[in-house]
């Protein structure tokens, strides 16, 4: 999606500050569907993805009186995204956790505190992935995954085209499953683990 355009922006923010429903109602518009299948592709789950889109909105609305400040809106506001993203996917693990107490106490499941422990060893083996690769390849992937740039954002700052920041992201990727899955993490574990390392 294209992003609106720096001027534009910055009145919607403006009017946002000021409490006009009709610019925050635009630039609810702008982002909905971009950040509703981002959420999606991660919660599996339409009602959460659009419960948890939907508290990121509820959160930028609380705090409008900040947005004018901002030098750039969209690195900003994908932060929120993928931080409410990582609440609700914590949030499930919690509950799955739960869920698992029973083997647990039978004593044919690892522990909470193992499970947890786990967690914490796969977020070093994803910073250890990410410290093999090229130092041009680390900043391509932290502009995306930690400041929320668009690949078109990405490549300006870079000096190279947008198809190159796509392949560097998914040998990036693809890089991180293969360290992971060969430590003996789960396919459907690792994202979870890539977006919560930091």
Same mark, same amino acid.
């Given at each position: ?35 509703? !299948? ?5 919660? +599996? ?13 509820? +959160? ?10 901002l030098q750039e809106f969209r690195?900003?506001? #994908?932060? #929120? ?19 698992? #107490? ?11 505190? %193992?499970?947890?422990?786990?967690? +914490? %060893? ?10 093999? $690769? ?23 700052? #870079?000096?190279?085209? +947008?198809?190159?920041?796509?392949? $560097? ?9 293969? !360290? ?7 396919? %459907? $574990? ?9």
């Amino acid at each position: 999606m294209p992003d609106i355009p720096l001027y534009a922006e910055k009145e919607l923010l403006t009017g946002i500050a000021a409490g006009d429903q009709q610019a925050f109602a635009q630039l609810y518009r702008h982002y909905w569907n971009e950040v509703y !299948h981002l959420a999606l592709s991660f919660l +599996k789950s339409p009602a959460q993805a659009e419960d948890t889109i939907q508290e990121v909105f509820v +959160k930028l609305w609380h705090k409008k009186e900040t947005l004018p400040a901002l030098q750039e809106f969209r690195p900003y506001f #994908m932060v #929120m995204v993928r931080n409410e993203i990582i609440n609700t996917l914590r949030r499930n693990h919690r509950h799955l956790l739960i869920q698992g #107490m029973e083997p647990v106490i039978a004593g044919t499941a690892e522990s909470p505190q %193992e499970a947890l422990m786990n967690s +914490k %060893e796969a977020t070093v083996l994803v910073k250890e992935a990410l410290s093999s $690769l090229p130092a041009r390849q680390q900043q391509i992937f932290n502009l995306s995954r930690e400041q929320g740039l668009t690949h078109e954002q990405i490549a300006q700052q #870079m000096q190279v085209s +947008k198809k190159t920041v796509a392949n $560097l992201i998914t040998l990036t990727l693809n890089h991180i499953r293969g !360290h992971l899955s060969r430590q003996g993490y789960l396919p %459907e $574990l690792l994202f979870l683990v890539i977006i919560c390392q930091g």
